[in-house]
């Protein structure tokens, strides 16, 4: 990969900077110096039940008092900016029509009780899914009537046409492996009926859209239907020692 290293530590602020993200960011600043790169501070604020207000400004200060100083982000501006998710639902917006429009997505109008009492049937029954896709084959005009009634939906990801994706080599075990989506939620939730979107859908959106080229983190699962690239993989064990390979 030929192009500027870029990382970036992505908390959401639910309150102050503790010990496992400091940890997380000092592993972003260090790997980013290491390679020549920069990282950037990005708020992922989505979650709009779970914000902590001046959360943003203690997080900030955590990594001040710690020495570690991101490149680009919240206050220092960037070639990317905004670096806040709430500032950047245009954007969201636009790959979400991108994946309605393509058949990757869809509207679902199911509300709470109906979700519950299904996936209930569905664990009786031993199925594994979350949910029976029972809005995936709305026709155009029954779900343009539904929008125009004022009913909340959200837009889920068509399952059906995610394939598994191969991850791998592996930067320091040199193994590849296959990144099944299988274990994720039936269909799961991009754009929430709030318009904010989840995580499956932003974070891969900013990583793409910020040209994101290494991403540290425990666990990844990414929506492989939005772009073409993915970056670099840093995924750090419970032990805390990174690992590197590539998606």
Known sequence: M???????FAPSPTGSL????????????VVAKKLGGTWALRIEDTDR?????????EIRKGLEWAGIMYDHG???????????????????????????????AYKCFCGPN???????????????????????NLSEEEIARRV?????????LNDTTVQDVKIG??????????????????????LKSDLFPTYHL?????DHEMEITHVLRGEVKLVPRLTSQSPDMTNRNRNGSPHFHSI
């Open 2 to 8: 030929n192009k500027l290293p870029r990382l970036r």
């Open 18 to 29: 503790h010990l496992g993200g400091l940890r997380t960011a000092l592993f972003n600043h």
């Open 49 to 57: 039940s779970r914000l902590v207000p001046g959360s943003v400004e």
């Open 74 to 104: 919240p206050g220092s501006g960037g070639p990317h900016a905004p670096y806040t998710q709430s500032e950047r639902l245009d954007l969201y917006h636009k790959y979400t029509k991108k994946l309605l429009d393509s058949g990757h």
């Open 114 to 136: 109906r979700l519950s009492n299904t996936k209930e049937k569905l664990q009786k029954l031993g199925s594994n899914s979350t949910y029976d896709r029972a809005c995936l």
């Open 148 to 156: 125009r009634a004022g009913e909340k939906h959200v837009v889920r």
């Open 169 to 190: 080599p592996d930067l320091v075990f040199g193994t590849s492996v296959q990144h099944t989506h299988a274990g994720l939620p039936t269909d799961p939730i991009l």
């Open 202 to 206: 932003a974070s891969v959106v900013d």
